[in-house]
């Protein structure tokens, strides 16, 4: 979402240039380069007589005004410029820039200056105003316009943005500051003052409205916020506090915000007071590791708020893979009785597997190698950037965290797994690899057992268990290749099932159902034939996967029924998928019903593709409502033209087996360069906590179908 256009070419500068002269671009390399031919209009370079560039219009593809290295006072002021970057000081000391209007890829670009003041100006850019290893500035009442911010900048001490204003994707964001004054800004984006990895600070007086963030303040200590204003923020609070203590947030209004206050990982030891809460969704929100307890909260004016207290719900509606350790696919929340598209959102890849949902944030994987976190209206919280596709569910712990499992490129070019822990912020706490064993290292989607522990799957015949600290617990080596997520009993066992016979006396067997106890150790495992997918268990213990039903003591109870991907009711009735559509299977292993899709079948011409079907597993709602995604796709790869058709439709079924309802994903559409599927191809679905429905997509896209 673009809040404000960056301006970045010649064609778009609206530059006032009445009274003004041409001129060239201008680089000054050291003292003895302000010279008239640079620009130099009047001027010694001495404290009471500065060298002076005025009255110039340089419209340029190099950057505008450069000067580097000097330590002589000089003054740009009254000119025009725009260029690559439109105005650029290199360790350059001594200098001001007012009155003027810059244009560039940055505005103006400062690195290693000191002892400078930026006022007065107009400056856009993609970003407006960029700032790297500087101290001693002031950079004030200046109007910036940016695509990504309006000011970023780094490592930067003893300095004050005092009365700025604009806009941008994001307003200004800071981080590694010292002894800084943010004051009487008004700055708008997603966030409007973000600063991080700081000390001695103080954030004052500033208008901080902002899409999603009002003021967001990370791993810093000894920061005063006071007096400003934070609200109308629809999308998160006012004040966002993340691991940071000996913060004083005093005398602020923050009002019709989602939450006023947010604290999580960790913020305490921080002084909250005299603040006026109102209106808001939550006045304040906590995680369980900054309770109000862990700060000094007192003297606040709560008014009208929904609820001037709340923490981040302990339980949440769809925490990991198939909603729960046991992997029933059961949500407790009632999924829609009519359906209605309310958003969609659009990642760069794929959406190969379901999203999980918890504390109001929707976490998402994409092929584009991205972790998204989006609201419940589908806007954008924030992303986190990994090094290779994601094509897992990711699993949230009781305490927030994001538990995220890919795979990376070791130094030698091998795929190893990799398991992330990610705070509710966005931020990677912890990452455990696992080294190149055996085959194609990917990790399956983490399950977290009722001790916190975090369980894994490697496509490389390991299934691992890691302590919320991202400790090893320990790793088992599989006798085949385990491709889904290991299923927790109530009791503790854990359940893998594994792919591609390759027997071994020293580890758990190929093509089989093993039962492991939490230490590891191998409880009993049993061959009945054929290759696997994730188990799911009953509440009495049975484990159903892949046709197959196995007792709590390792006993086959029967095999050969028709589904995979396995999903259990409240009564025990076993729902899964398969290539007839699907089934409702009762616990003696007899078929309760059929809810037939399309049927695979070939065209008796060899150069076209079967007619291929394919389906999610199934989300339960607690109304006994089925859904489950289902794709079809064939295709002829044979002159005179490559051609084929498909389509992506959600359906929803009673529990006797009749439609509900289905909603079409993606309409019939046609290909004509290679088969379908993998944009019609729609992952697992999730169901909220409001009934809405949630399912990636081949096409790039998040979809929320929630109640008509």
């Known amino acids: 979402m673009t809040l404000v256009p960056a301006i970045t070419s010649l064609s778009r500068v609206h530059a006032a240039s009445t009274g003004l002269q041409p001129h060239t671009s201008i680089l000054i390399n050291g003292n003895d380069e302000f010279t008239q031919d640079n620009g130099v209009t009047e001027g010694s370079g001495a404290i009471n007589d500065p060298y002076v560039i005025t009255g110039w219009n340089i419209q340029t593809y190099n950057n505008g005004i450069e000067i580097a290295n000097t330590t002589a006072y000089f003054t740009i002021t009254d000119v025009t410029v725009s260029g690559f970057n439109g105005i650029v000081l290199s360790s350059a000391q001594n200098g001001v820039v007012?009155?003027?209007?810059?244009?560039?890829?940055?505005?103006?670009?400062?690195?290693?200056?000191?002892?400078?003041?930026?006022?007065?100006?107009?400056?856009?850019?993609?970003?407006?105003?960029?700032?790297?290893?500087?101290?001693?500035?002031?950079?004030?009442?200046?109007?910036?316009?940016?695509?990504?911010?309006?000011?970023?900048?780094?490592?930067?001490?003893?300095?004050?943005?005092?009365?700025?204003?604009?806009?941008?994707?994001?307003?200004?964001?800071?981080?590694?500051?010292?002894?800084?004054?943010?004051?009487?800004?008004?700055?708008?984006?997603?966030?409007?003052?973000?600063?991080?990895?700081?000390?001695?600070?103080?954030?004052?007086?500033?208008?901080?409205?902002a899409h999603d963030d009002g003021v967001?303040?990370?791993?810093?200590?000894?920061?005063?916020?006071?007096?400003?204003?934070?609200?109308?923020?629809?999308?998160?609070?006012?004040?966002?506090?993340?691991?940071?203590?000996?913060?004083?947030?005093?005398?602020?209004?923050?009002?019709?915000?989602?939450?006023?206050?947010?604290?999580?990982?960790?913020?305490?030891?921080?002084?909250?007071?005299?603040?006026?809460?109102?209106?808001?969704?939550?006045?304040?929100?906590?995680?369980?590791?900054?309770?109000?307890?862990?700060?000094?909260?007192?003297?606040?004016?709560?008014?009208?708020?929904?609820?001037?207290?709340?923490?981040?719900?302990?339980?949440?509606?769809?925490?990991?893979?198939?909603?729960?350790?046991?992997?029933?696919?059961l949500s407790p929340f009632p999924g829609p009785t009519a359906p209605v598209l309310k958003w969609a959102f659009q990642t760069s890849g794929q959406v190969e597997a379901a999203p999980a949902i918890g504390n109001g944030i929707i976490y998402v994987g994409s092929t584009d190698g991205n972790l998204y976190a989006l609201d419940l209206q589908g806007q954008l919280i924030w992303k986190l950037q990994t090094s290779s596709p994601i094509r897992t569910t990711p699993a949230i712990g009781s305490d927030g965290t994001i538990y995220l499992a890919?795979?990376?490129?070791?130094?030698?070019?091998?795929?190893?797994?990799?398991?992330?822990?990610?705070?509710?912020?966005?931020?990677?706490?912890?990452?455990?690899?696992?080294?190149?064993?055996?085959?194609?290292?990917?990790?399956?989607s983490p399950t977290i057992g009722s001790d916190g522990t975090i369980y894994t799957s490697d496509v490389g015949?390991?299934?691992?268990?890691?302590?919320?600290?991202?400790?090893?617990?320990?790793?088992?080596?599989?006798?085949?290749?385990?491709?889904?997520?290991?299923?927790?009993?109530?009791?503790?066992?854990?359940?893998?099932?594994?792919?591609?016979?390759?027997?071994?006396?020293?580890?758990?067997?190929?093509?089989?159902?093993?039962?492991?106890?939490?230490?590891?150790?191998?409880?009993?495992?049993?061959?009945?034939?054929?290759?696997?997918?994730?188990?799911?268990?009953g509440s009495d213990g049975t484990v159903y996967v892949d046709g197959v039903a196995v007792s709590s003591n390792g006993t086959l109870l029967w095999q050969g029924r028709p589904f995979v991907s396995p999903s259990i009711g409240t009564d025990g009735t076993i729902y899964g998928t398969g290539n007839q559509g699907l089934f409702a299977i009762n616990q003696d292993g007899s078929t309760r019903w059929r809810f037939p899709t399309e049927t695979e079948g070939g065209s008796g011409d060899p150069c076209c593709s079967y007619d291929v079907v394919q389906e999610s597993?199934?989300?339960?709602?607690?109304?006994?409502?089925?859904?489950?995604?289902?794709?079809?796709?064939?295709?002829?790869?044979?002159?005179?033209?490559?051609?084929?058709?498909?389509?992506?439709?959600?359906?929803?079924?009673?529990?006797?087996?009749?439609?509900?309802?289905?909603?079409?994903?993606?309409?019939?559409?046609?290909?004509?360069?290679?088969?379908?599927?993998?944009?019609?191809?729609?992952?697992?679905?999730a169901i909220g906590s409001d009934g809405t429905i949630y399912i990636g997509s081949g096409d790039g896209s998040l979809y929320a179908i929630g109640q008509a």
């Open 461 to 537: 015949f390991r299934t691992l268990a890691v302590n919320p600290d991202g400790t090893l617990r320990w790793v088992l080596q599989t006798g085949g290749e385990v491709f889904d997520s290991p299923a927790v009993g109530q009791d503790g066992t854990l359940y893998v099932a594994t792919d591609d016979d390759n027997p071994s006396p020293t580890v758990v067997c190929g093509q089989c159902v093993a039962a492991l106890n939490p230490d590891g150790s191998v409880k009993w495992s049993l061959r009945p034939g054929g290759g696997f997918g994730f188990p799911a268990v």
């Open 216 to 329: 967001y303040i990370a791993n810093c200590d000894n920061i005063q916020v006071s007096n400003n204003d934070a609200s109308n923020i629809a999308y998160g609070p006012g004040i966002y506090l993340v691991d940071s203590d000996g913060i004083t947030i005093t005398s602020n209004i923050l009002s019709n915000n989602l939450e006023g206050i947010r604290l999580v990982d960790y913020a305490t030891g921080n002084s909250i007071t005299n603040n006026a809460i109102s209106n808001n969704q939550c006045g304040i929100r906590t995680d369980s590791t900054s309770s109000p307890d862990q700060n000094y909260v007192a003297d606040n004016t709560f008014t009208g708020n929904t609820q001037d207290y709340c923490t981040f719900a302990a339980r949440s509606p769809w925490p990991m893979s198939h909603q729960n350790a046991q992997h029933t696919g």
């Open 406 to 444: 890919s795979s990376i490129q070791n130094s030698s070019g091998r795929p190893e797994g990799i398991l992330y822990a990610i705070s509710p912020a966005g931020r990677v706490v912890w990452n455990v690899t696992l080294a190149n064993f055996q085959g194609y290292d990917s990790l399956s």
């Open 98 to 209: 007012q009155n003027s209007q810059i244009y560039g890829e940055k505005g103006i670009r400062v690195e290693d200056s000191q002892d400078f003041q930026i006022t007065g100006n107009t400056i856009s850019g993609d970003i407006g105003l960029s700032l790297y290893t500087s101290t001693s500035f002031d950079v004030s009442y200046n109007a910036l316009q940016g695509g990504a911010f309006t000011i970023r900048g780094s490592y930067l001490s003893n300095a004050s943005f005092v009365g700025n204003t604009g806009g941008a994707e994001e307003g200004i964001e800071l981080d590694h500051l010292s002894s800084l004054l943010i004051s009487q800004n008004q700055l708008f984006g997603h966030e409007s003052i973000h600063v991080e990895s700081c000390a001695d600070t103080t954030i004052d007086s500033n208008n901080a409205s």
């Open 617 to 685: 597993s199934v989300a339960i709602g607690s109304n006994g409502i089925l859904y489950f995604g289902d794709w079809f796709d064939h295709y002829c790869s044979c002159a005179p033209e490559p051609s084929g058709y498909g389509n992506a439709t959600l359906y929803a079924v009673n529990p006797d087996g009749t439609q509900a309802w289905n909603f079409v994903i993606q309409p019939t559409i046609t290909c004509s360069t290679s088969p379908c599927q993998q944009t019609l191809s729609l992952s697992d679905p």
